[in-house]
């Protein structure tokens, strides 16, 4: 999804360009599959790895994205269930736990809030409210970091993600992307 950097204050422009620049630059290291079927599972690793390396400046952040990602195993389309987002989210709690200063633990705040939001989200679709409202407390106490950050791109990602209180971000207002493919918000 294209980034206008044009459209946001000095200050935020100036953090929009540095992570576009942090993306365009990554050379993902995974190696392509021959099988057809696995461009989908490719593109989802490799976007992920990226969001990852465009939210640190830290040298050694491509490869301990590929090694996130690698042990992660994102679902490529999470169908609108609980289980990837929790899984999700579930990993980068346990990561951030582990790396606590870590290249990502500024950017995993607002992961883990915006996975436990789309997975509270989706235990409401699917009928099991207690789980919702577990997973929506959870939420609930990650955005305060993220909202806190020091990097203002994070703090402002986390600000519209408490102001639209939604997993996916409405067709009509994306602009920030820091997340998930199409189908799963642009956080």
Same mark, same amino acid.
């Given at each position: 999804?294209?980034?206008?950097?044009?459209?946001?204050?000095?200050?935020?422009?100036?953090?929009?360009?540095?992570?576009?620049?942090r993306a365009s630059a990554y050379?993902?290291?995974?190696?392509?599959?021959?099988?057809?079927?696995?461009?989908?599972?490719?593109?989802?690793?490799?976007?992920?790895?990226?969001?990852?390396?465009?939210?640190?400046?830290?040298?050694?952040?491509?490869? +301990?994205?590929?090694?996130?990602?690698?042990?992660?195993?994102?679902? @490529?389309?999470? *169908? #609108?269930?609980? /289980?990837?987002?929790? !899984?999700?989210?579930?990993?980068?709690?346990?990561?951030?736990?582990?790396?606590?200063?870590?290249?990502?633990?500024?950017?995993?705040?607002? +992961?883990?809030?915006?996975?436990?939001?789309?997975?509270?989200?989706? @235990?409401?679709? *699917? #009928?099991?409210? /207690?789980?919702?409202? !577990?997973?929506?407390?959870?939420?609930?106490?990650?955005?305060?970091?993220?909202r806190q950050s020091r990097v203002?791109?994070?703090?402002?990602?986390?600000?519209?993600?408490?102001?639209?209180?939604?997993?996916?971000?409405?067709?009509?207002?994306?602009?920030?992307?820091?997340?998930?493919?199409?189908?799963?918000?642009?956080?």
């Amino acid at each position: 999804m294209p980034i206008d950097p044009a459209l946001y204050s000095a200050d935020l422009r100036a953090e929009v360009q540095q992570y576009l620049r942090r993306a365009s630059a990554y050379q993902p290291k995974r190696a392509v599959p021959s099988a057809r079927d696995m461009g989908m599972v490719y593109a989802a690793q490799v976007g992920y790895e990226t969001r990852l390396v465009a939210n640190s400046n830290d040298p050694s952040a491509p490869a +301990l994205a590929q090694s996130y990602v690698t042990r992660l195993r994102p679902c @490529y389309e999470w *169908e #609108g269930f609980h /289980d990837c987002p929790e !899984r999700e989210a579930r990993f980068a709690d346990e990561y951030q736990a582990d790396n606590p200063n870590g290249p990502f633990s500024i950017y995993l705040s607002l +992961l883990t809030a915006h996975r436990w939001l789309c997975a509270a989200e989706a @235990y409401d679709y *699917e #009928g099991k409210l /207690d789980d919702a409202q !577990r997973s929506r407390h959870l939420y609930e106490q990650r955005l305060p970091v993220a909202r806190q950050s020091r990097v203002l791109l994070i703090r402002t990602a986390a600000e519209q993600l408490a102001v639209r209180g939604r997993c996916a971000i409405p067709r009509s207002n994306r602009r920030i992307f820091i997340g998930r493919p199409r189908s799963h918000g642009h956080l």
